[in-house]
């Protein structure tokens, strides 16, 4: 069973960066998608962006675009979640998941991991 393990969050102030990183372990040599999302005390969780190992594509929300960027490493199975420009807005638990295949629904999920940004 394929196993994810964020790491990375922290409490910063607005303006700051972090980055966060994704490790998966115990399964296939990758987990096809890799995505991250975000759930905000009393708010629904919210798509941030994935990475596709086969293509090495990305994908960004809106909101993130110009200030968020996705990469992978493939020799550790890591992908990263770089956060620039920080803004209170983007305090939420962070979560990373995989997909068994392209396209596919997330299956997998790490335990998150607390960024908060102060004003």
């Known amino acids: 069973q394929v196993q994810l393990v964020e790491s990375g969050g922290g409490l910063v102030q607005a303006g700051d960066s972090l980055r966060l990183s994704c490790t998966a372990s115990?399964?296939?040599?990758?987990?096809?998608?890799m995505g991250w999302f975000r759930q905000a005390p009393g708010k629904e969780r919210q798509f941030v962006g994935a990475?596709?190992?086969?293509?090495?594509?990305?994908s960004l929300m809106g909101a993130a675009e110009g200030r968020f960027d996705i990469s992978g490493d493939k020799a550790t199975n890591t992908v990263h979640l770089q956060m620039n420009n920080l803004k209170p807005e983007d305090t939420a638990v962070y979560y990373c998941?995989?997909?068994?295949?392209?396209?596919?629904?997330?299956?997998?999920w790490g335990q998150g991991t607390q960024v908060t940004v102060s004003s």
């Open positions: 115990g399964g296939p040599d990758s987990t096809y998608d």
């Open positions: 990475f596709s190992w086969p293509t090495g594509t990305t």
């Open positions: 998941a995989g997909t068994e295949y392209v396209g596919g629904p997330y299956k997998n």
